[in-house]
């Protein structure tokens, strides 16, 4: 069964920069458009990015259009978002996610903190 893993987050200044990845084991990701989600505390979770199987389609959150960047390997099974010029309403947990049988599959999230 696919699982997912994400990493990267963590406290960073408004205006710098951060690289979160999110690693597939169990299955490969080949087939499957991927996505980075995020929620904050007290909101919804939000869907900001995703990409497709190839990899050579994304589509981004007006939010983060333009700030973020996604990518995927699917060679070594791995789905990286990088994220500059972030703010403080950029403060989430973030999590990847992808397909599955019974429904979306999630990894358990990375924290990421803005502030200075």
């Known amino acids: 069964q696919l699982q997912l893993v994400e990493s990267g987050g963590g406290l960073v200044q408004p205006g710098g920069s951060l690289r979160l990845s999110c690693a597939a084991s169990?299955?490969?990701?080949?087939?499957?458009a991927i996505w980075w989600f995020r929620q904050a505390p007290g909101k919804e979770r939000e869907g900001i990015s995703?990409?497709?199987?190839?990899?050579?389609?994304?589509n981004y959150a007006d939010s983060v259009k333009g700030r973020f960047t996604i990518t995927r390997d699917n060679g070594k099974n791995t789905l990286d978002l990088q994220m500059s010029s972030l703010k403080p309403e950029d403060t989430a947990m973030y999590y990847c996610?992808?397909?599955?049988?019974?429904?979306?599959?999630w990894g358990q999230g990375t924290q990421v903190t803005v502030s200075s």
């Open positions: 995703c990409i497709s199987a190839s990899g050579s389609n994304a």
């Open positions: 996610s992808a397909p599955g049988d019974a429904g979306p599959i």
């Open positions: 169990g299955e490969g990701l080949d087939y499957d």
